[in-house]
């Protein structure tokens, strides 16, 4: 019976998703070349594409960018050999880069952890923080700064980073390389999920590089890590510092965050004026060891399925469909990013945002003897 209900629930999200494009749709295919499509189909992945476009301009010619995002499953079992697990997804990932290359994309993104299992719900410390890799020299950078030069393509690599410099301290990080190869820079996970007992800082704290912007020769991006998309103060601070994309990698399962997952990045590409792209894994991950999730449920063996889903939404409301809730697959956009300073220009959110009032009562709230200003009869 439950399982009826979540089917219908999800038919419904499906639904409502459909009849929102029918009235919002300023999106159009992307004609993707045959030997892309025939790759994939292959390779057994899901591709698809759409463009935004943005109305010309008399001063500004448009600025088009090719985004890919791809989503995947993990290619070994849990108990595999760690170096084995790493160079499997490797391989598989690389594979999907290629067919993004053939379908001129700019710069890639993969999920959150996108190299190992995710297994911070079991809270066990070994063999998984063995995957943990250097961001600026390890096995992972290097494969990537390869995809980079090879492809002209920049690539947002989300890792689980241990950092040699500080006593080996383990992040959740995203590696920006650029299309020349070069590390541009980390963006660390500022946001630690605490649901039930499903607590990451088992593995790592909250990031402490704040909200870098990173300049590349296709535009200006951010990585908003998994559980900081629930956060509307986070999406503004990568805006507030002149993202034009925010890419936010992500690992979640359907019954924890599936209703939410359609609205939150769409939301935060309204109100910041941005594009968002949202990326989640797929599959289900099962481990040895048995671990409980502070449901009131037994013990059991995974930590439920990864709906993929992945999709990119625009700052005027419109958003792509998602990719399949159970396949690997690739998203390719083509966006003018134009459309950002268009849309601000028609509705002034950041303009008229009160970010001074906003900075000055948040100063006060964070203070151990602050009074709510609540009027009372």
Same mark, same amino acid.
């Given at each position: 019976?439950?399982?009826?209900?979540?089917?219908?629930?999800?038919?419904?999200?499906?639904?409502?998703?459909?009849?929102?494009?029918?009235?919002?749709?300023?999106?159009?295919?992307?004609?993707?070349?045959?030997?892309?499509?025939?790759?994939?189909?292959?390779?057994?992945?899901?591709?698809?594409?759409?463009?935004?476009?943005?109305?010309?301009?008399?001063?500004?010619?448009?600025?088009?960018?090719?985004?890919?995002?791809?989503?995947?499953?993990?290619?070994?079992?849990?108990?595999?050999?760690?170096?084995?697990?790493?160079?499997?997804?490797?391989?598989?990932?690389?594979?999907?880069?290629?067919?993004?290359?053939?379908?001129?994309?700019?710069?890639?993104?993969?999920?959150?952890?996108?190299?190992?299992?995710?297994?911070?719900?079991?809270?066990?410390?070994?063999?998984?923080?063995?995957?943990?890799?250097?961001?600026?020299?390890?096995?992972?950078?290097?494969?990537?700064?390869?995809?980079?030069?090879?492809?002209?393509?920049?690539?947002?690599?989300?890792?689980?980073?241990?950092?040699?410099?500080?006593?080996?301290?383990?992040?959740?990080?995203?590696?920006?390389?650029?299309?020349?190869?070069?590390?541009?820079?980390?963006?660390?996970?500022?946001?630690?999920?605490?649901?039930?007992?499903?607590?990451?800082?088992?593995?790592?704290?909250?990031?402490?590089?704040?909200?870098?912007?990173?300049?590349?020769?296709?535009?200006?991006?951010?990585?908003?890590?998994?559980?900081?998309?629930?956060?509307?103060?986070?999406?503004?601070?990568?805006?507030?510092?002149?993202?034009?994309?925010?890419?936010?990698?992500?690992?979640?399962?359907?019954? +924890?965050?599936?209703?939410?997952?359609?609205?939150?990045?769409?939301?935060?590409?309204?109100?910041?004026?941005?594009?968002?792209?949202?990326?989640?894994?797929?599959?289900?991950?099962?481990?040895?060891?048995?671990?409980?999730?502070?449901?009131?449920?037994?013990?059991?063996?995974?930590?439920?399925?990864?709906?993929?889903?992945?999709?990119?939404?625009?700052?005027?409301?419109?958003?792509?469909?998602?990719?399949?809730?159970?396949?690997?697959?690739? +998203?390719?956009?083509?966006?003018?990013?134009?459309?950002?300073?268009?849309?601000?220009?028609?509705?002034?959110?950041?303009?008229?945002?009160?970010?001074?009032?906003?900075?000055?009562?948040?100063?006060?709230?964070?203070?151990?003897?602050?009074?709510?200003?609540?009027?009372?009869?």
């Amino acid at each position: 019976v439950k399982a009826v209900k979540v089917q219908s629930i999800l038919q419904c999200l499906t639904l409502g998703q459909c009849l929102t494009f029918k009235i919002v749709m300023p999106f159009r295919k992307l004609n993707l070349p045959q030997s892309a499509l025939d790759a994939a189909e292959e390779q057994d992945f899901d591709l698809k594409g759409y463009v935004f476009e943005a109305s010309p301009e008399q001063l500004r010619p448009p600025r088009t960018v090719r985004v890919g995002l791809i989503q995947n499953k993990i290619v070994l079992p849990t108990d595999a050999p760690v170096l084995e697990q790493i160079t499997a997804l490797h391989k598989r990932v690389g594979e999907m880069v290629e067919v993004a290359a053939m379908c001129g994309v700019n710069i890639v993104c993969f999920q959150e952890a996108w190299t190992m299992p995710f297994a911070f719900c079991t809270r066990e410390r070994e063999p998984w923080t063995e995957f943990a890799e250097s961001a600026e020299d390890g096995l992972t950078t290097h494969f990537c700064i390869q995809l980079a030069k090879k492809y002209n393509m920049v690539v947002v690599s989300p890792i689980l980073e241990r950092d040699e410099i500080h006593g080996g301290t383990l992040w959740n990080t995203a590696v920006v390389v650029s299309n020349n190869g070069n590390v541009l820079g980390t963006s660390r996970k500022n946001h630690i999920p605490r649901v039930g007992d499903f607590n990451e800082s088992t593995y790592y704290m909250e990031g402490n590089t704040g909200h870098p912007v990173f300049q590349t020769q296709f535009g200006k991006i951010a990585v908003n890590i998994c559980y900081g998309r629930h956060h509307p103060l986070n999406w503004l601070m990568y805006s507030l510092h002149g993202a034009e994309i925010i890419f936010n990698p992500s690992a979640t399962v359907g019954l +924890l965050s599936e209703p939410m997952w359609p609205i939150e990045a769409r939301n935060a590409a309204i109100a910041n004026h941005c594009f968002t792209c949202a990326i989640n894994r797929v599959g289900t991950e099962y481990f040895r060891n048995e671990f409980t999730s502070g449901d009131g449920k037994k013990a059991h063996h995974d930590f439920g399925h990864f709906y993929g889903s992945s999709y990119v939404a625009a700052p005027d409301g419109s958003r792509s469909p998602g990719l399949s809730r159970t396949r690997d697959g690739l +998203l390719v956009t083509e966006m003018d990013l134009n459309l950002n300073r268009q849309v601000a220009d028609k509705w002034n959110f950041k303009m008229t945002g009160r970010y001074e009032m906003y900075a000055e009562e948040l100063k006060k709230a964070i203070q151990h003897d602050f009074k709510p200003n609540i009027v009372k009869e």
